[in-house]
Structures are given as structure tokens and as C-alpha cells.
């Protein structure tokens, strides 16, 4: 029996009996694929640069929009998230792990961003965006990132898991008091984390709508993601009597908002460009919409919208969990499918080009942090079961 008057038939607390052969396989998967990583890297250590690169940036944006959907939990002060919101706390809480997942692109950043190769005097643009485009304040900043992510994840688990302790509500006001300060922060550092990282492969290009663009994917993919690990618990007989199917049915609705907002910024920053034909703001399109590329651009439209778009319309679909797991599914794949267009065809200027690379980066950077978000789980109760608003939470009606 909880303390807010509603009845919890689940655990509390993530064990690892039955679980432990799962959790190795996980953590032999990572070392396995980091090791073959690493030979890809001394065969072919430019695929591998832009694998890793399209490979982090992918598990980046995930953890970053987790970290967005805790902020906006205590910024409008959310009743209905938050038997769900620890297990966003602990997605959020694995940005010190990307940050030392980060130092493969630290070594081979002259590979990636060609600017660094190129002295003064040599190219007019680059010359004009010097001030911003110089290797220590390139760095400053890729620090200052992940500082700004790491604390902030760490400061608002620890109020919440303070509370789960001592049922102080200060701990709910202080973290709502955080979030005004990391919010305007969370902006500027993931915008300029995109303009760096992925827009720097091409410094020739530049879009305003671009940090937009990279955050509208990264809060929709960290809501899908959190849609099957909710699952993956209430399967394993956690969550029952917390998470039920009102709770599925507004991240459903999430889903789809954000699905149609991805649209919505992508086809305006296609058809700004387009429309005043400028040069150096065409070049990124025009690679992307030739060859073998185009085709994946084109199915990259139809699965990253027009599929999840029709099936999330439908109420029924956002209150079946499998269904909605599988939708969530489809769109991490096409999130994964964004992300490639984005970061390969500096590489594969021809065409697209697969590389066994490609999927070995992916697998290496997801099994290890998976293996530590298991290992973390059990850490602390699977949902916050002091928070003062845990009893509307539980009783959510849309």
C-alpha cells in the first residue's frame, strides 16, 4: 500500500535475480563490439571516424531529450509523468559515460571537420568565421556541453532520489526552481552542440532552423525510447498497479505531437532554402537529394512521418502498449536513418556506402550504456514513491 491511498502490487526496486545472464550478455556484447570498433578504426580510420560520430550522435540526442522531458516535468509542475520520470532520470544520468564515449571524436576531429586542416588566408568563409570556428573555443565549448548535461541530470536525480528517502517536498521546489536556469542552458548547449558537431562536418553550410531541427528528433526519439523500457518492466512484473494505459496514452500522444512537429521544422527548413537558392545553403540539399541518397531521403519522409503519423492518429493504437512499442521502434530506426544522412554523406559524397563500421559503432555505444543503465537500475526505487503529486499520478484519467 502506498502512502497516497492507491494500491502498488509492484516492487519497488529492479533486482537482478533472473536478470544477471541478460545483464552479461549485455556488458560482453560491449566489450566485444568497442574491441571490434577499435580494429575497424586502424583499418579504416576515416569510416570509422564518421561511424562513431553517426553512432554517438545518435545516443546523445536520446539522453539529451530526456533530459528535456524532466525539465519540462518540473517546469509545468506535471502530475501525470511522474511515475515514469525516474527511469528518464536514469537515461539523463549517462552523459558522463557519452562524455568519455566522446574521446574517439576528440582524436579524430581533423578527420571530421575539415576546418581544422585549413590555415588562415586559404578560404574567405572560414576566415569570416573565425571567431567561432577556432579549435580552443571549439573544445571550450564541447566541455562546457557536457558539464551543463552532466550536472544538470545529476542535480535533479539526486533531489528526486533525496525524496524517495526523507518525503521532503522542498526537493520538488528546488528542483522546479533548477529547471528556469537549465532550461535557456538545455537550448543554447544542444543548438550549438548540433551546429558543432553535425553542422561543422560542412562549414560551407549553415542553417538557422538547424538546432530545431536536431532537438525536435531528440525529444521524440528519447520519448519512444521511454516507451519500451516502461514496457520492458511492466513485462518483467515491474511498474504493475504504477504505469497504466492512461499514462500510455499520453505518451502516445507525445508521439505523434512531436512526429508531426519533426515534419513540420524539417519541411520549413527544406522549403526556406529551396525557396532563396543560396549557395552555400543549397550545397547540404542538393548532396542529399542525388543518387542513392535521395532514395533514402525519400523513405526517410514517408517512415519518419507519414507511417507513425497515420498509426499514432488512432486513440486505439496509443492505448495498446505492443502496438505503441512498435511504433516507438520504428521511428528510433528511422531516427537512426536521419542521423546517417546527416553525418555519411560528407564521407560518401558518390552515394550511399554502408559500412559494416556503421553497425558495429551502434552496437558498441548502445551496449555499453546499456550495460551501465542496468547496472544502475537498482540503485534506487523504479519510480519516485515520495513525490507529494505520486497519488494523482497514479490515479491519471485523460
Given at each position: ?14 533486482d ?40 554517438f ?43 568519455i564515449?566522446?574521446?574517439p ?16 588566408g ?82 560551407h ?113 496509443k ?44 552496437l ?33 484519467r485523460?
Amino acid at each position: 500500500m502506498s502512502d497516497h491511498g492507491t494500491k502498488i502490487s509492484s516492487k519497488e526496486f529492479f533486482d537482478y535475480q533472473g536478470f544477471g545472464g541478460k545483464l552479461l550478455f549485455t556488458v560482453v556484447l560491449a566489450v566485444l563490439s568497442l574491441g571490434l570498433a577499435a580494429w575497424g578504426g586502424f583499418l579504416s580510420s576515416k569510416q570509422f571516424a564518421f561511424s562513431w560520430l553517426f553512432a554517438f550522435t545518435f545516443f546523445f540526442t536520446i539522453a539529451a531529450g530526456s533530459l528535456f522531458w524532466i525539465l519540462v516535468h518540473h517546469a509545468v509542475d506535471a502530475d501525470w509523468s511522474v511515475v515514469v520520470r525516474r527511469q528518464l532520470e536514469n537515461v539523463a544520468w549517462l552523459f558522463p559515460v557519452l562524455a568519455i564515449l566522446f574521446i574517439p571524436i576528440i582524436f579524430n576531429a581533423p578527420t571530421l571537420f575539415k576546418w581544422m586542416k585549413i590555415p588562415p588566408g586559404v578560404d574567405p568563409l572560414l576566415d569570416g568565421k573565425a571567431a567561432y570556428l577556432n579549435e580552443p573555443f571549439f573544445w571550450a565549448r564541447a566541455a562546457f556541453y557536457f558539464l551543463f548535461f552532466s550536472t544538470a541530470a545529476y542535480l535533479l536525480r539526486r533531489n528526486s532520489v533525496r525524496q524517495d528517502k526523507d518525503g521532503d517536498p522542498r526537493h520538488t521546489w528546488l528542483s522546479r526552481k533548477m529547471v528556469f536556469a537549465m532550461l535557456p542552458l538545455f537550448a543554447l548547449s544542444l543548438t550549438f552542440g548540433a551546429f558543432d558537431w553535425l553542422m561543422g562536418l560542412d562549414f560551407h553550410w549553415f542553417s538557422t532552423m538547424w538546432g530545431v531541427y536536431i532537438f525536435a528528433g531528440s525529444a521524440l526519439s528519447s520519448m519512444c525510447v521511454l516507451v519500451l523500457l516502461i514496457t520492458a518492466l511492466r513485462s518483467a512484473g515491474y511498474l504493475e498497479g504504477v504505469v497504466s494505459i492512461e499514462h500510455y496514452h499520453i505518451m502516445g500522444k507525445l508521439m505523434l505531437a512531436f512526429t508531426v512537429f519533426w515534419a513540420y521544422i524539417g519541411f520549413s527548413q527544406y522549403m526556406l532554402i529551396w525557396y532563396a537558392n543560396i549557395p552555400e545553403e543549397t550545397v547540404w540539399f542538393l548532396r542529399r537529394n542525388t543518387g542513392s541518397w535521395n532514395t533514402l531521403s525519400i523513405i526517410l519522409v514517408i517512415g519518419h512521418f507519414f507511417v507513425p503519423f497515420v498509426i499514432l492518429l488512432f486513440q486505439a493504437t496509443k492505448k495498446k502498449p505492443l502496438l505503441l512499442c512498435t511504433v516507438a521502434a520504428w521511428i528510433l530506426l528511422m531516427h537512426i536513418l536521419d542521423l546517417y544522412i546527416i553525418v555519411l554523406p560528407t564521407y560518401h559524397k558518390a552515394g550511399a556506402s554502408p559500412h559494416w563500421l556503421d553497425l558495429v559503432c551502434l552496437l558498441a555505444i548502445g551496449a555499453t550504456l546499456a550495460a551501465i543503465f542496468l547496472k544502475r537500475l537498482g540503485d534506487a526505487p523504479l519510480w519516485p514513491v515520495k513525490d507529494p503529486r505520486l497519488g494523482n499520478s497514479l490515479k491519471l484519467r485523460n
